[in-house]
């Protein structure tokens, strides 16, 4: 079967260093996505990687690696609006989303 | 108004209960989605519609009903639920239904609709 796995719940301290880790198997891969989830609120699109690497945006990078089924989302100098749940979510060989369960994130001054 | 708009954002019905929930966007996407979110477990894909044609259906019991009139409304029609069917129903369009390597295809949802069945 297909799989994504992320830790459940995250705790860090603003200002801070946070990585979320997801890890995949799927029938094939044609890219994978983290979105942003404040409770009560719409998923939002954080970030896209197909290729091997990182990928900067700001305060927020996404690494890939796809020889490992393995990505992550690093977060910079957290900040307290940073608190929210993390979906990774993998793009099949059908093209199909493989969702994650999601981590929530909780941010402590 | 601009992105993807979801009504009613909570809604409370009875198991004999016949209610719909409505989806509207304003991207110009051709591609919309009904998904299912539940504490604790991965987004589950309900409908798919391209060009407001269905293209899939995942298995959904068939007390939930998707219509699409037009490629910018989409609604989902619930009758007979059951109490587990009370979750978080998110709507959500893209581009296209089929990304490619080069292409994103990124969805945009909705706020959601928090349906609970009693």
């Known amino acids: 079967g297909q799989n994504i796995d992320q830790p459940t719940e995250m705790t860090a301290t603003e200002g801070a260093i946070v990585q979320i880790n997801c890890t995949y198997q799927t029938s094939g891969f044609n890219g994978l996505f983290w979105y942003q989830q404040h409770a009560g609120e719409a998923p939002t699109f954080l970030s896209y990687?197909?290729l091997d690497g990182l990928e900067e945006k700001g305060r927020f990078s996404s690494f890939l690696s796809r020889s490992k089924g393995y990505s992550y989302l690093l977060l910079k100098e957290l900040q307290m609006k940073d608190s929210a749940s993390y979906l990774c979510?993998?793009?099949?060989?059908?093209?199909?989303?493989?969702w994650g369960a999601g981590t929530k994130l909780i941010i402590k001054p | 108004e601009t992105g993807v708009t979801q009504t009613p954002r909570h809604l409370v019905m009875g198991m004999t209960n016949k209610k719909s929930l409505k989806c509207e966007q304003h991207?110009?996407?051709?591609?919309m989605y009904w998904y299912k979110q539940s504490a604790k477990k991965p987004l589950e894909l309900m409908f798919v519609y391209n060009f407001k044609e269905q293209t899939e259906n995942n298995s959904v019991p068939s007390r939930f009903s998707p219509e699409c009139p037009n490629s910018s409304h989409l609604f989902l029609h619930l009758h007979t639920l059951q109490p587990e069917d009370s979750a978080l129903y998110l709507c959500?369009?893209?581009?296209?239904?089929?990304?490619?390597?080069?292409?994103?295809?990124?969805?945009?949802f909705g706020a959601g609709s928090r349906l609970t069945v009693l």
């Open positions: 979510a993998v793009r099949d060989s059908n093209y199909q989303l493989i």
């Open positions: 991207l110009g996407h051709n591609a």
């Open positions: 990687n197909v």
């Open positions: 959500a369009s893209s581009q296209e239904t089929s990304g490619s390597a080069s292409g994103a295809n990124v969805l945009t």
